[in-house]
């Protein structure tokens, strides 16, 4: 059995949605431990090691991104265009970057695979429902996606 800790970062401005991913998270995957951050501007220091989060200097990228569109300051379509800017050799690059929103729009669903999404998730209402996806959703990338980290 793999021991390895995965790391995830959850970016989500709704303080009970943020919690409830979390919480979805770490009962559906074994040795997961959740960065959660609540705008734009957190995401990219976390993942650049700056501000808060400077300790992180030469920890390994996240092995999941999941993020939302809708944030004050940044939001996601800017935190994504500077993930996927990024020179090929980083490797950031390769963490997977789901899109979490409650946008149903087909211009934010285009936008965001254009952008480099590697999935476009639509919040469900209910919160059994939406507890429920975010576990398959941790499961999936993080079980049975092939990663090249």
Known sequence: MNEEII??????????DR??????LKSAIVNVRVAAV???????????????FRNRAEAEPPRLILLDLSMPGDDG????????????DDSLILTPVVI??????????S??????ANSYIIKPLSFPDFQAVVKVVGKYWMTHNIYSG
């Open 111 to 116: 936008k965001s695979y254009r952008c480099g």
């Open 19 to 24: 919690a409830s991913i979390v919480e979805s």
């Open 38 to 52: 609540h705008d734009g501007k957190q995401a990219l220091d976390f993942l650049y090691a700056r501000g808060d």
């Open 100 to 109: 979490f929103s409650d946008s149903n729009d087909s211009g934010d669903i």
């Open 77 to 88: 379509f800017s935190v994504l265009g500077q993930i996927r800017s990024l020179d090929e």
């Open 7 to 16: 790391d995830i970062l959850v970016v989500e401005d709704n303080d009970s």
